[in-house]
Structures are given as structure tokens and as C-alpha cells.
Nanobody, 124 residues
Framework: QVQLVESGGGLVQDGGSLRLSCAAS????????IGWFRQAPGKEREFLAG????????IYAGILKGRFNISGDVAENTVYLQLYNLKPEDTAVYYC?????????????????WGQGTQVTVSS
């Protein structure tokens, strides 16, 4: 059974930082890419970043403008999303998801397993 568990969310002030973790089980991160998405109230779920273990390849959404960094630990089967310079508009539930493929894409339909999400709230 494939399971993804996010952690690390919380309440931070404008300009603060957080590190989110996505612990995967039942499907090796070494063979399936992992992506991070977020969904704010009343908005569509949006892609943030993705990583494949092969060559450590990463992709990012342009909206992030370098404020987020994704990394992974193959041995721990865990992927991290470091969030810097957080703004109130970053407030959302953050999800990690396992790609159907080795590689990652920006399309949520290319991911077949999702975590339960972790809430990030940025106060002004």
C-alpha cells in the first residue's frame, strides 16, 4: 500500500521559513517522482515543485521566483520542500504526491497517490 505523509506545516509570520517533509512508503522515490502542490481556499490546486531521484532533477513553478527549494533523500524515501520568505498569499494546504512515472510534471492528473496535506498559514 502506497502512503505519503506530509509534516512540517504551521503558523509563521510574513517573511518566515518552513521545511515541509513528505515521507513515502510502499513506492520507492527512486523509481517514481514526487511533486508538491498547494491549494488555498476557493482556489485550484497548483503545482509548486517536483523532483526525480535520477540525477536529482527538479522542476519549479515560475510563480515561486526562487523562494522554495525541493530536495530528496532516497535512503529515507523522503522529499523536502524548503519554503523561504513566506508571504500571506502562500497560506494554503500543501500536498505531496507520487508521480505515475519516474519523472514529474506540472499536471496533477499525472500523480496517483496523494498525502493528506499539511496546513501552512502565514500571518501579516
Amino acid at each position: 500500500q502506497v502512503q505519503l505523509v506530509e509534516s512540517g506545516g504551521g503558523l509563521v509570520q510574513d517573511g518566515g521559513s518552513l521545511r515541509l517533509s513528505c515521507a513515502a512508503s510502499g513506492r520507492p522515490y527512486s523509481k517514481y517522482g514526487i511533486g508538491w502542490f498547494r491549494q488555498a481556499p476557493g482556489k485550484e490546486r497548483e503545482f509548486l515543485a517536483g523532483i526525480t531521484s535520477q540525477y536529482g532533477s527538479t522542476i519549479y513553478a515560475g510563480i515561486l521566483k526562487g523562494r522554495f527549494n525541493i530536495s530528496g533523500d532516497v535512503a529515507e524515501n523522503t522529499v523536502y520542500l524548503q519554503l523561504y520568505n513566506l508571504k500571506p498569499e502562500d497560506t494554503a494546504v500543501y500536498y505531496c504526491a507520487s508521480s505515475k512515472f519516474l519523472y514529474v510534471t506540472v499536471f496533477s492528473t499525472d500523480y496517483d497517490y496523494w498525502g493528506q496535506g499539511t496546513q501552512v498559514t502565514v500571518s501579516s
